[in-house]
């Protein structure tokens, strides 16, 4: 079978000193299949000398508009299967063709590690390129998030499946991120799946080249582009959006209504979330609705059903609002709140980084002190400060894009649901590297608790939480490269073990209610698991409704008697570190 043809496309200005080490390299692979394209600017410091001095060059020497503009002359002019894009200051190593042509076939796109060098050539460090996702690649914040570019070699017909012209595959808009952008438009449909461990490509990094003499210039930029394919995700209409679950029309809705069309930042929407479950509960949502959009025409109305076999709960109905939402920016706010007429645009204005995650409007100094340290003034979210409560509500602000990202609050019909789910989406958006904020923005109400005292079940859903990050953390490759770099969370072997150990005596499913002969069932649920606490707690509340006194009282001794050890265990409180 024939190797497959590589198009090597080089773009060079002035880069006399290095530039024959990089065809060198390319004629050093001892690969018969390629050609090697160079788009030079007009130089003038004998790099033209030095290119007529190799015949199977195709190369040209002309003014351009920037490295955009010559990279895509340099694409236009590619006839292989797969792209090498290399710089005229970068190299490749010895055998990394071969390499490429034989992991080719597992994948459109492969990548390789990438030492970087000092400007003599020196090793510096080495960038692994690890697998990644979309969503791993837009957090340009997060170090090597962005895959070293001479590491990475794709086929051709991914541009064809992308519909990219190949004088378009590069914005000259950009004038450092033009590769960032192309991975992250390349990343929509085919995930950097395939690593090869070997380093194919050495990379130079030094004050005057053109990332090393303006970071801050290529992280503004960087910022543009991260907002260019957050909105191609999310096709946002609105500023804002308000997600609202309905279990039936609600006349408080036509009061927050009211206060939203009031906010002074225009541009809102209202994503009612029909969790009902009843077509006739339906239909009036649906009138009450339509009432309101005509009377308050500035606001954009949407209602939509719970999704289709998630549990009907509150939870559920929220997630799928803000999946509907039509916005960056969605807030999961009770319409009990007296909403400010600045909410809007404070919340708005909170998420000019585009490291935000989410925004608590109404913390409790009491929950506030838990989740976030001071640090110079601000505060900073402690990633072990959920596992020390559990939470009955709260109301957030979230950037939509990080909420699928970390997989929403995966509500489900479970022992400590709510705690469940807003534990593991906190805990998981620190681990996915997205920042939280406090901010109060909207007023406490003392009476809305948000969180329990009791937590008959914080052992467990913390250990579920538990169970979740370390599998990631050995499924996902970025995982650990995102907590090898301090963007994420470390959790030891001993307490994995542990949250595996307390899942284990867990009854699946485990269920808050136990329907009809409720004391029957959660009497054979403790005889089976006489050491799985929350069945004792579950049991005295029913006994003592059904006046079974002294037995309640037995059920409350043997409860306090395994609380007393689930308080000993790790698991109970703090679990996390950083890195």
């Known amino acids: 079978m024939p190797l497959p043809k590589f198009s090597v496309i080089t773009v060079s200005y002035n880069h006399g000193d290095f530039i024959r080490q990089t065809i060198e390299s390319v004629l050093q692979q001892d690969y018969p299949n390629f050609e090697h394209i160079v788009v030079d600017g007009g130089s003038t410091d004998g790099t033209i000398e030095i290119l007529k001095e190799y015949p199977h060059l195709k190369w040209t020497s002309e003014p351009d508009r920037g490295q ?15 792209i090498a894009w290399i710089n005229s200051d970068d190299w490749y190593a010895p055998g990394a063709f071969h390499a490429v042509a034989q992991a080719i076939s597992r994948s459109p796109v492969v990548m390789g590690a990438t030492c970087v060098t000092n400007k003599e050539g020196h090793p510096t460090e080495t960038v692994d390129n690890v697998e990644r996702t979309w969503f791993d690649a837009m957090k340009y914040w997060v170090f090597n998030s962005v895959p070293a570019q001479p590491g990475v070699f794709f086929k051709r017909s991914v541009l064809d499946d992308l519909g990219i012209e190949p004088m378009e595959c590069f914005d000259e808009g950009l004038y450092f991120t033009m590769d960032y952008d192309l991975w992250l438009r390349m990343l929509e449909r085919h995930p950097f799946s395939v690593r090869l461990p070997q380093t194919l490509a050495y990379l130079r990094n030094y004050d005057t080249n053109k990332t090393g003499a303006d ?5 503004r930029e960087m910022s543009r582009v991260f907002r260019r394919h957050a909105s191609r995700r999310i096709h946002p209409e609105q500023q804002l959006s308000f997600v609202v679950p309905l279990s039936g029309p609600d006349r408080r809705l036509e009061a927050f209504a009211e206060a939203v069309a009031a906010q002074s930042l225009s541009s809102l929407e209202i994503v009612a979330v029909d969790h009902s479950g009843t077509r006739q509960a339906s239909a009036l949502i649906r009138k009450q609705l339509g009432a309101l959009g005509a009377k308050h025409p500035n606001i954009a109305f949407q209602c939509v059903l719970a999704a289709e076999g998630a549990p009907l709960t509150r939870l559920s109905a929220i997630d799928t609002g803000v999946r509907a939402a039509r916005s960056h920016v969605v807030a999961c706010v009770d319409i009990h709140n007296a909403l400010p007429r600045d909410f809007a645009l404070n919340a708005i204005n909170g998420f000019s980084r585009d490291d935000l995650g989410v925004v608590f409007p109404n913390l409790t100094d009491e929950v506030r002190s838990e989740l976030f340290t001071p640090v110079k003034g601000g505060l900073m979210f402690n990633p072990a400060g959920p596992f020390n409560l559990s939470f009955r509500q709260l109301d957030v602000v979230v950037r939509k894009l990080a909420w699928i990202d970390c997989g929403g609050l995966q509500a489900r019909e479970t022992l400590g649901e709510t705690d469940y789910s807003l534990k593991r989406l906190l805990v998981m958006m620190a681990h996915k590297a997205w920042r939280l904020s406090s901010e109060n923005i909207l007023p406490c109400s003392p009476s809305r608790e948000q969180c329990e005292g009791d937590a008959p079940f914080r052992l467990y859903v913390n250990s579920s939480v538990v169970d979740e990050i370390a599998l990631e953390l050995r499924r996902n490759p970025f995982s650990v490269l995102r907590a090898k770099n301090g963007f994420g969370l470390v959790l030891p072997d001993e307490l994995w073990h542990a ?7 867990m009854p699946r499913p485990a269920t808050t209610q136990a329907g009809a002969g409720e004391v029957e069932q959660l009497q054979k649920l403790v005889a089976e698991k006489p050491g799985f606490g929350p069945a004792h707690y579950l049991l005295a509340s029913a006994l003592e409704d059904a006046g079974m006194v002294a037995e309640a009282r037995a059920e409350r001794e043997r409860w306090a008697a395994i609380r007393s050890q689930e308080e000993s265990s790790p698991l109970f409180g703090a679990v996390a570190r950083e890195a």
């Not at 955009?68 to 797969?82: C, E, P, V, Y």
């Not at 949250?499 to 005596?505: D, H, M, Q, R, Y």
Request: net charge neutral; no cysteine.
């Open 499 to 505: 949250a595996l150990k307390v899942l284990e005596g």
């Open 68 to 82: 955009s503009h010559a990279l895509n002359k340099g694409f236009a002019q590619a006839t292989g299967d797969i």
């Open 215 to 219: 970071m801050a210039g290529a992280y």
